[in-house]
């Protein structure tokens, strides 16, 4: 199979290289720095910044490659602050975590005929926390996103959309609060797997913390409100 994985050079994205590089599948891992992807059988290196949407657009129209698996994962995180986001640093995550999403499949999904997408999204798609607005109103976009993608190019290219909650990453490392139900890489990776190997078409863990977040939101508003304005103080 010829697979693309984004954010592959750390991380769930290089844990996702790891797996599917078995020597039958070729490999193509997206990065901004590439140097830990060189010289590894069956890795073609894709060295490129995801902010820089004109360029994503231009690469993937140009590459004649037809892929059997997307999995696009990268994304970036800005740190947790009561403050209001700067402009520049909000676009700039919606930039990588949805807009380069769909500058990249502009060009992919016209060369192909079945296979399958993974978005990777977040069970922090579902809270709107005050103090992550940018990292949760983009994964919450990206929700509706593979909703819409999913019906638009059904039956024979599966889209599958994936909500994991905290996974142990340098992402997560640097975060300075309590992260429930925190899972560690290698079982982060292996429900992400089950989920791709099952097309199943939305997969959120851990479940306990899914189903927990599923009651949060059936508080009434001005009750979830208190509690989302404690959590952001």
């Known amino acids: 199979m010829n697979i693309l994985i984004t954010g592959a050079s750390r991380g769930i994205g290089r844990e996702l290289v790891n797996r599917y590089n078995n020597g039958h599948n070729k490999i193509y891992a997206l990065a901004r720095n590439i140097e830990t992807l060189e010289g590894i059988n069956n890795v073609i290196p894709i060295k490129m910044d995801l902010a820089k949407l004109d360029e994503v657009r231009e690469y993937f129209k140009k590459l004649d490659v037809k892929f059997d698996l997307v999995i696009a994962n990268a994304a970036i995180s800005l740190p947790h602050s009561p403050s209001f986001t700067p402009f520049d640093d909000f676009k700039k995550t919606f930039d990588i975590n949805f807009l380069s999403i769909h500058a990249m499949l502009e060009g992919v999904v016209p060369k192909m005929d079945?296979?399958?997408i993974v978005l990777i999204s977040s069970l922090a798609s579902?809270?709107?926390?005050?103090?992550?607005m940018p990292y949760s109103a983009s994964k919450r976009a990206l929700n509706s996103y593979a909703e819409s993608l999913r019906n638009l190019l059904a039956p024979d290219i599966k889209v599958i959309n994936i909500l994991p909650g905290f996974i142990k990453t340098d992402m997560t490392d640097k975060n300075?609060?309590?992260m429930p139900f925190l899972t560690d890489l290698k079982s982060g990776v292996d429900r992400i797997v089950y989920a791709i190997e099952n097309e199943k078409k939305e997969y959120a863990f851990p479940k306990r913390f899914y189903y927990l977040i599923k009651l949060f939101n059936m508080l009434p508003l001005g009750v979830?409100?208190?509690i989302l304005r404690k959590v952001g103080g």
């Not at 579902?126 to 992550?132: D, I, M, Q, R």
């Open 114 to 116: 079945k296979g399958k």
């Open 126 to 132: 579902l809270v709107g926390t005050p103090t992550s």
């Open 176 to 178: 300075d609060f309590y």
């Open 224 to 226: 979830k409100d208190m």
